[in-house]
Nanobody, 120 residues
């Protein structure tokens, strides 16, 4: 059974850094797009950053210049390096991956979410 396992969230002071990881485990053929989304209390889930299989990236305006998304295709893992964190970055962060299984079926998978809290 395929699943996405996230790690790296936690509590950090304003101006600090965190690195999130999300690894796909199970049997599948290929992973195309990968991304990170976040959802603050009482708000909708929004895209933070996405990366194509070839490495092309797209960021939300609010995180440009502070966050960096990257991937390791050999490890089926996507990362989000978050620098200069601010209280408004506080949210549950969700990993998202576009995965083709061994039966040529395409599914968009979500991780379980990891809490990021920025507070002094």
């Amino acid at each position: 059974q395929l699943e996405l396992v996230e790690s790296g969230g936690g509590l950090v002071q304003p101006g600090g850094s965190l690195r999130l990881s999300c690894a796909a485990s199970g049997s599948f053929f290929r992973i195309d797009g990968m991304g990170w989304y976040r959802q603050a209390p009482g708000k909708q889930r929004d895209m933070v950053a996405r990366i194509t299989r070839s490495g092309r990236t797209n960021y939300a305006d609010s995180v440009k210049g502070r966050f960096t998304i990257s991937r390791d295709n050999a490890k089926n893992t996507v990362y989000l390096q978050m620098n200069s964190l601010q209280p408004e970055d506080t949210a549950v962060y969700y990993c998202n991956q576009d995965i083709w299984d061994t039966s040529s079926q395409f599914t968009n998978y979500w991780g379980q979410g990891t809490q990021v809290t920025v507070s002094s």
